[in-house]
């Protein structure tokens, strides 16, 4: 699954996506994360899009490091939070040598990433977390891969790849985590597997 579809699609809509990110949106699940992490500590946003998360946590008083593929993604997230650190990256060749985060937030980047690579980018975030640290993904409910033609009604082309829940929370077992909790998140355009784990 080439990366350029994700990257030129999100490039193409990206202020259409920064709108539609509604400020509630996982707002329990950041705020029950937040808590969890040592006061003034640092977090990495996996797919960080226009910085919705990022800006979230960053207000809280964390040290925010974003990457995304996107360049048009990224232009917005560092206009919304100028004094995080964002940096265009593709999530499955992660080059965050010698930095490590007390916690990590993947939310609607995992599912852009081909089946076969979910365990190696798992393993990546767990290397670039402290050991304790935290990590809140999103991931998918049931199985599904495939093109959609027209995203957000824009007829923009994107891609998606996700397992069903049992294997998403084996595979973040065996990448060294130890899930705290699991819960479904229903939105209007689909349903997805939220999880918090600890790194073991």
Avoid at 70 to 83: C, D, F, N, Q, Y
Wanted: glycine share 8%.
């Amino acid at each position: 699954m080439p990366s350029d579809l994700v990257e030129s699609g999100y490039d193409k809509i990206a202020a259409i996506y920064n709108l539609r990110r509604h400020t509630t949106s996982n707002k329990k699940e950041l705020e029950e994360f937040a808590l969890r992490l040592p006061k003034g500590g640092s977090v990495l946003d996996v797919g960080c899009g226009t910085g919705y998360a990022s800006r979230f946590l960053y207000r809280r008083g964390f040290s925010v490091t974003g990457i995304d593929i996107s360049k048009r993604m990224l232009e917005i997230a560092k206009w919304k939070v100028p004094h995080a650190t964002f940096l265009r990256m593709n999530m499955k060749e992660t080059s965050l040598e010698g930095k490590l985060f007390d916690g990590i937030v993947c939310l609607y980047s995992l599912i852009h990433v081909e089946r076969k690579l979910h365990r190696k980018v798992l393993a990546d975030l767990n290397h670039v977390l402290k050991q304790g640290g935290l990590l809140l993904i999103l991931t998918g409910w049931s199985e599904h891969a495939g093109i959609e033609n027209n995203y957000l009604r824009k007829g923009v082309k994107m891609k998606w790849s996700y397992f069903a829940k049992h294997t998403n929370l084996r595979m973040i077992k065996e990448s060294g985590f130890t899930t705290i909790w699991s819960r479904k998140d229903q939105k209007h355009d689909g349903t997805d597997l939220l999880v918090l784990a600890k790194k073991m």
